[in-house]
């Protein structure tokens, strides 16, 4: 079983995906991580120093390859993974695709407090993340959509999501 968690950055990916990986006994991939790791940089730095259209593309090879070398895995993707090179296509085929439709109210109370960490939003002054939040949510919705799950429910039941993807 190969499933890959999409959703807006903050939205719990990495939290749920380490739950979800350990609740069905497969290995848990963070994206961004394995990317990091073969870049010898913070995704921030890769970003200052090579520009997003490079790490777009690294991101899409660290994920075909991943997805090609394990027989089955939870992976949280980054927030605009889906959203390049037709990824989304790519992941629906190969596996199921979870989008963690979290509340633009939540995101924002989460992301206010991890902006250093996050290199789109890192320069973006308090009052400008709200506006930045609902305006790039809503230009990604279209991706996201097309996952074959929605979970919508915040916070997410483990449970029920272990549930719905037997039944996905």
Partial sequence: M??????FMGSGKTYL??????????????????????????????FASEGEEYFRLKEKEM????????????????GGTPCFF?????MNQAGITVWLNT????LFARLIREKDHRPLISQLPDE???SYI???????KIYFEQAKVTVEEEPVQLDSLVQTLFHA
């Fill in 63 to 78: 994920l075909y390859s991943l997805t090609e070398n394990h027989k089955s895995f939870v992976m949280a993707c980054g």
């Fill in 134 to 140: 609902q305006k790039k949510f809503a230009d990604r």
């Fill in 128 to 130: 400008q993340l709200k």
């Fill in 103 to 106: 509340p633009t109210d939540i």
């Fill in 17 to 46: 995906g380490k739950l979800l990986g350990e609740k069905l006994g497969i290995p848990f991939i963070d994206l961004d991580e394995h990317i990091v790791s073969q870049e010898g940089k913070p995704i921030t730095g890769i």
């Fill in 86 to 90: 037709n990824n989304i296509e790519y």
């Fill in 2 to 7: 190969k499933i890959f968690l999409i959703g």
